[in-house]
């Protein structure tokens, strides 16, 4: 079994961010990777990429209780059942692991940080194929944002991919390459870990990304406007790779007595806030799944940017609220347009009523597209009838 986790070039467009690298047992029984390495995930933003190459010789069989796979956890908060598997995973991959072990297909996992490397000529993927390996491989790379030319190797080497986001089923069938649609599975993993809250607090979430280039030029534009909002605490989620003193600085005026730093509560903090500055990535879904109203946020060196918009330069929209919707949901201020004047406006309307109200519709309409929960749990499944079915 071949793992590999993404490190994609930005933050535009939801770019899975970097995962570190994990050991694994050889006698673990399928493929995973991704998540932050705490017993209960500090975000569920950490990426999951994993690719699996599982013999055409080896048989799969029914479960001797077939019931048990309508059972396999579909986001667990723990790395219990993969520590009883002998692996360490991303939690929500523990089905799949499991799925794979009752059914007798236990393939051999490996890790790689190379987030390409799979589509290499002499990758571990490209090898298995050519030995007469099956590969599967769940969450696709992001084509539809850059490097599209690698539907080419893609449809040599990969046998069965699974898409996470609803508009990737039809960009791939546009490209002549069937794909299988199987649900976010942030959503399970929010299911689990919060609440629907109706009654907000006076707090305003701050999260202005993970990488130090990204926090120093994204943070003071947010940390402007703090002094209009005497009245609100703002909240910085230190990202889980940053400790609470790297923000320290940012705040050591006394102009920022409303302003306070957490870490390891993003999600909790989400949950109680009125409305949220968010820094383009994947946690502007999950503010929006959380129905936090959010302005999303993006400012990085001129070079950066130019390089982002050449790669991305057929996308109109930078996060992914707006890009699976299609339209702009949520206000995008990038660049020269994130200033204390614009984040000031924008802020005013989304904790309005009237504002709020309609962006709350708009994560409604969101929720509804990305309704189909159990994403590991489902991939399992089509894994084991795909080996299952070519064995009858």
């Not at 007798?104 to 090898?127: H, T």
């Amino acid at each position: 079994m071949l793992i590999r986790s993404s490190s994609a070039s930005s933050n535009f467009a939801g770019a899975r961010p970097n995962v570190e690298r994990s050991k694994v047992s050889r006698s673990a029984s399928i493929s995973a990777i991704g998540s932050t390495g705490s017993d209960v995930p500090r975000r569920a933003s950490s990426a999951i990429i994993a690719s699996g190459s599982i013999p055409r010789s080896r048989k799969a069989s029914q479960p001797s209780d077939p019931s048990r796979l309508d059972n396999l956890p579909s986001a667990p908060t723990s790395k219990a059942s993969c520590a009883k598997l002998g692996i360490c995973c991303a939690p929500p991959l523990a089905a799949i692991f499991e799925a794979l072990t009752l059914v007798n297909i236990p393939p051999i996992p490996n890790f790689d940080e190379d987030f390409d490397a799979y589509l290499y000529k002499n990758s571990s993927l490209a090898r298995a194929k050519s030995k007469n390996f099956v590969n599967h491989f769940y969450i696709s790379p992001q084509l539809w944002a850059w490097k599209e030319n690698r539907i080419k190797t893609i449809r040599k080497v990969i046998d069965q991919m699974f898409v996470i986001l609803p508009f990737e089923k039809e960009y791939y069938k546009k490209l002549k390459y069937d794909v299988i649609y199987v649900g976010h599975p942030l959503l399970d993993v929010l299911k689990k870990n919060v609440k629907e809250n109706l009654n907000r607090e006076k707090l305003i979430a701050l999260l202005p990304g993970s990488r130090d280039q990204e926090i120093s030029k994204i943070l003071p534009e947010m940390l402007s406007v703090t002094k209009y909002f005497k009245n609100y605490q703002f909240i910085i989620c230190a990202a889980p790779s940053k400790n609470k003193s790297f923000y320290e600085k940012f705040i050591a005026s006394s102009d920022y007595e409303n302003v306070d730093i957490v870490e390891d509560q993003t999600y909790n903090i989400l949950e109680r806030s009125s409305a949220a500055l968010v820094t383009s990535g994947t946690a502007t879904l999950e503010a929006a799944l959380i129905k936090t109203p959010q302005i999303v946020c993006y400012k990085s060196s001129w070079i950066s940017i130019l390089i982002g918009k050449f790669l991305l330069r057929n996308l109109k929209f930078i996060s992914l609220v707006n890009l699976i919707l299609n339209k702009g949901a949520v206000k995008e201020l990038i660049q020269n347009d994130l200033n204390t004047k614009n984040i000031l406006e924008e802020l005013e309307i989304i904790l309005s009523e009237d504002g709020k109200n309609t962006m709350i519709e708009y994560y409604n309409e969101l929720e509804n597209l990305l309704n189909k929960k159990g994403a590991s749990r489902e991939t399992a499944k089509k894994i084991i009838n795909y080996h299952l079915e070519s064995n009858s």
